[in-house]
């Protein structure tokens, strides 16, 4: 069993800062990337922020320059500091790890269970 827990949504007015963690948890052998991607009703889902395991990151062109990802390899964490928010942020976020179960085996997706990001005027 793998699990991503996300911690630190809620709600903002715009021009604030949240800092958004998540902790992935079992049965990991390896982590490579991980990344925040973001829905709002009736759309689908996407990317945010992305980071690999050697600390390549790449960015929605919307959260450039307002958005940071990072992550702490020891804790098998990855964090998104979320700065100069607008009210088009608002959207549930979500986590996403590619993880290893095994040495041998592939890496495959994993999701955590989403967090409300709420920006107001």
């Known amino acids: 069993q793998v699990q991503l827990v996300e911690s630190g949504g809620g709600l903002v007015q715009a021009g604030g800062s949240l800092r958004l963690s998540c902790a992935a948890s079992?049965?990991?052998?390896?982590?490579?990337?991980m990344g925040w991607y973001r829905q709002v009703p009736g759309k689908q889902r996407d990317l945010v922020a992305r980071i690999t395991s050697g600390g390549y990151t790449n960015y929605a062109e919307s959260v450039k320059g307002r958005f940071t990802i990072s992550r702490d390899n020891a804790k098998n964490t990855v964090y998104l500091q979320m700065d100069s928010l607008k009210r088009e942020d608002t959207a549930v976020y979500y986590c996403?790890?590619?993880?290893?179960?095994?040495?041998?085996?592939?890496?495959?997706?994993?999701w955590g269970q989403g967090t409300q990001v709420t920006v107001s005027s």
């Open positions: 079992g049965s990991i052998f390896s982590i490579n990337a």
């Open positions: 996403n790890a590619d993880i290893s179960r095994t040495w041998y085996s592939g890496g495959r997706d994993y």
